[in-house]
């Protein structure tokens, strides 16, 4: 079945950065374009980035665009969330997705 783990989340001051990893198995991980949500305390979970198969094309939400870089490496089967001038409106858990599935989340907070 569809495992995903993330990693790389933790505490950091504003502007500071993480790169989020997410290792995935049990599918084909090149044949799948893998996306990045996030939820804050109390809000509904939100799509933050997403990236294509073969990684040629990639989204990312308003709020988040020209921060974060979602990149991937078909070859480890893993998906990155590359995350700069982080603000404290960003603290969230943040979750890997593929095929409806989702991973345990890695908590990412922003002190300001």
């Known amino acids: 079945q569809v495992q995903l783990v993330e990693s790389g989340g933790g505490l950091v001051q504003s502007g500071g950065s993480l790169r989020l990893s997410c290792t995935a198995s049990?599918?084909?991980?090149?044949?799948?374009?893998m996306s990045w949500y996030r939820q804050a305390p109390g809000k509904e979970r939100e799509l933050v980035a997403a990236?294509?198969?073969?990684?040629?094309?990639?989204n990312y939400a308003g709020s988040v665009k020209g921060r974060c870089t979602i990149s991937r490496d078909n070859a480890k089967n893993t998906v990155y969330l590359q995350m700069n001038s982080l603000k404290p409106e960003d603290t969230a858990v943040y979750y890997c997705?593929?095929?409806?599935?989702w991973g345990q989340g890695t908590q990412v907070t922003v002190s300001s």
């Open positions: 049990g599918f084909t991980f090149s044949s799948a374009a």
């Open positions: 997705n593929a095929f409806s599935s």
């Open positions: 990236i294509s198969s073969l990684g040629r094309t990639t």
